[in-house]
Structure formats: structure tokens, C-alpha cells
């Protein structure tokens, strides 16, 4: 945006010099005036540059169909939480043995409440944690066209999100109907501590999220380090790739060390959320 001053007619004498003309300066020519009026073009440029990005992403998501698999997914993760937190879980019998007026429990129920070794909070930072994976291989990419880049990140965000949608509705759906207790469930019924949690332990939720999570972060990076082609440093690729894969499976294992799940619950868990990367990741190479 340019400001032309107003011209004023000089006075022309007979030696050939112009004489300024006199008065007050023009009232456009004030600074903090100009001030004034730069700062609001350079705010309107901020939000143009901003806002035409955005159009531009949310009117292709929309004509490309994308806007619908992520509305699903969301609406997946909705609708697995409220199962969690509306429907009561299977209330299921235990038997117990009684032996001259002494009552034998199970000795598989009889474990210490013990905390988590891997919190809840933890575990969403895991399972969101490839989401900055994905960017920096894109970043350290930076010789391929910038929308091509774009669109495998994008992609890769959305086969995360729906691996992480179905294997939350399917686990939380298997464990209010399992209703299987927790090796923890005398303990929590004698401290009167999170009793309806002690009714979900089969499957595992950390086992299956964070192998849902890190089985795609794990099959992202095969592909882009390209393991099985590679001519050289494949042992090395190979073991970066497979890391992933090794922290969800340390956290498996934390959850019996814990006493919340028996091997059984974490080898479920495992299999649903692998499961769901398969179908996942199937997507995302379709695209």
C-alpha cells in the first residue's frame, strides 16, 4: 500500500530555483499516522497469509473425502468413552471354597493395589508421541515437494488416529463385557479403591493403545527407511524401526509388574492393537 503525498505548486524565480511552499505539513504525512496505518496493513497481511491456508486445507479435505474419515474417527473415540464411562460392566461369580468355616478366595485375586507404573497421562503422551515422529521425517525430507511431504504426513496422522479410535472402541467394549477383575480385586473391595475399574482387566488398554500407536509409528519408519531394500546398515535400520514396537512392549509388561493385569489381558490387548495397525496401515498405502 503506497501514500502519495499531495503535491503543492512552488514558486518559481527568475534565478531557475524552487522555494518550498509554506504552511503546515499535510496531515497524511503525520508518523504516527503512517504508523497507524502500516500496522493495520501489516495485520491484515498476518491474517490473509493465516486464513488462506486454512480455507485452502479445510476445502480439500472436504471435496477429497478426508473430513469424513476423521469426523468417523472422532466420533469413534466419543462413542468408545462413553461406553467406558456409561455402561456398567459384567458382574461375574467367584467361587470360593469354604473349609471349616474358613473361606478359601482365589489366590489369583489376592495381589497388592499397587499404583500405576505407567499413568494414564503417560500413556496419551505415548500414544501420541509418532505425531512428532511423522514431522521430523518429513523435515529431514526437505529436497521432496513440499505438498507431497504434506500429504504423506497428513495420511500418516490419519491412519494414527483411526488405529487409536477402533482399538479403543473394540478394547473398552471387550472389557465391560468380559468384566473380568483385576488380580488387585480383594484389595480394592476391602479399601473401597476404583471398584468398578477392578472389573476391566481383560484386555489390557495400555497393552492395545500403545501397540496401536507404536505398531504404526514402527511400519511408518520401515517404509521410509526403506529396512528391507536398504544395501547397507540394514541391522542398524532395522533396530531403529523395531524401537516403537519395543516401548509398547515395555509397557505391556509394566502392567503386570503393577499387579492390574494377568499375561493373558496384555497378550489380548497386544493382538487387538496390531490388528488394528494392519487395517490401518492398509489404508494409508492405499492412499
Not at 496505518?37 to 501489516?42: C, E, L, R
Not at 515437494?145 to 477402533?166: G, V
Not at 468384566?179 to 476404583?194: F, T
Request: hydrophobic share 45%; proline share 5%; aromatic share 10%.
Amino acid at each position: 500500500m503506497r501514500l502519495l503525498a499531495p503535491t503543492c505548486k512552488a514558486r518559481v524565480q527568475g534565478s531557475g530555483q524552487k522555494k518550498s511552499c509554506g504552511g503546515p505539513p499535510h496531515p497524511c504525512l503525520n508518523p504516527e499516522r503512517l504508523a497507524r496505518i502500516s500496522n493495520v496493513v501489516t495485520s491484515t497481511e498476518m491474517r490473509t497469509s493465516i486464513w488462506i491456508p486454512l480455507t485452502a486445507g479445510a476445502r480439500w479435505l472436504f471435496q477429497t473425502g478426508y473430513l469424513w474419515e476423521w469426523l468417523t474417527a472422532l466420533l469413534t473415540g466419543l462413542f468408545a468413552a462413553g461406553v467406558t464411562v456409561l455402561v456398567e460392566p459384567t458382574q461375574r461369580f467367584i467361587p470360593e471354597q469354604k473349609i471349616e468355616s474358613v473361606i478359601v478366595r482365589d489366590a489369583a485375586l489376592l495381589y497388592p493395589v499397587k499404583p500405576d507404573l505407567v499413568s494414564g497421562e503417560a500413556l496419551v503422551v505415548v500414544v501420541l508421541s509418532p505425531i512428532i515422529m511423522f514431522a521430523a521425517v518429513q523435515y529431514s525430507k526437505r529436497s521432496i515437494a513440499y505438498h507431497a511431504r504434506l500429504m504423506d504426513f497428513h495420511h500418516a496422522c490419519l491412519s494414527l488416529c483411526q488405529a487409536l479410535a477402533i482399538t479403543f472402541l473394540i478394547t473398552n467394549c471387550i472389557k465391560n463385557t468380559a468384566g473380568r477383575h483385576r488380580p488387585s480385586w480383594y484389595d480394592r473391595v476391602e479399601l473401597d479403591y476404583k471398584v468398578r475399574d477392578g472389573k476391566l482387566s481383560y484386555p489390557s488398554g495400555h497393552a492395545s493403545m500403545s501397540f496401536a500407536s507404536m505398531g504404526v509409528a514402527t511400519l511408518y519408519l520401515m517404509g521410509h527407511t526403506r529396512v528391507f531394500r536398504a544395501t547397507c546398515h540394514q541391522l542398524l535400520l532395522l533396530l531403529l524401526s523395531l524401537l516403537p514396537i519395543g516401548i509398547s512392549t515395555m509397557i505391556a509388561v509394566s502392567r503386570t509388574l503393577d499387579y492390574h493385569h494377568y499375561y493373558s489381558d496384555i497378550n489380548a490387548g497386544c493382538f487387538i492393537g496390531m490388528v488394528r495397525v494392519f487395517c490401518a496401515h492398509t489404508i494409508l498405502v492405499s492412499s
